[in-house]
């Protein structure tokens, strides 16, 4: 039977600039990074006190060229993600600061506060502050 999810996959275009975004834009931590001799690199972040990483994935020395360039076709059209937090509005101007781009402010909705922001390859991101219950 299934246990947990452990991994999800972001294809990424160079793995030193998603890393840079993701642990000093948005907060990650860095988890793993193993690079083999044939240039491949299995790099991890993951939220502090949070179990799933997150593989950013060069596919570049991975996989034969074609499919490759069929996995790098795909950067930046992920499904959106939902990241909670316990505090909306300071998280949205902690992002801002650092530079994170916002496709909308924050607003109330009937499930609680949010605001949709994209990383550095434009794939979408949900920060959600849950109602309380």
């Known amino acids: ?6 991994h999800l996959t972001l294809y990424v275009r160079d793995c030193e600039e998603a890393l840079r975004f993701y642990t000093e ?5 860095k988890r793993m990074d193993s690079r083999m001799d044939n240039g491949s690199r299995w790099l991890t972040i993951g939220l ?10 060069d596919p570049t020395h991975w996989h034969r060229e074609d499919v490759a360039e069929q996995m790098l076709a795909q950067v930046g059209k ?7 937090t316990d505090d909306l509005h300071g ?8 530079g994170v781009t916002f496709l909308s402010e924050p607003r109330d909705v009937m499930y609680g506060t949010e605001a949709v922001f994209t990383d550095l390859y434009g ?10 219950v």
Request: aromatic letters at 14%; a neutral charge.
């Open 1 to 6: 039977m299934l246990k947990k999810l452990a």
């Open 25 to 29: 834009k948005l907060g990650f931590e």
């Open 48 to 57: 502090p006190d949070q179990e799933l990483e997150i593989v950013l994935h």
């Open 78 to 84: 992920n499904p959106m993600w939902v990241w909670h």
């Open 91 to 98: 998280t949205y101007e902690v992002f801002r600061q650092r």
């Open 123 to 132: 794939n979408p991101y949900l920060l959600l502050q849950p109602a309380s």
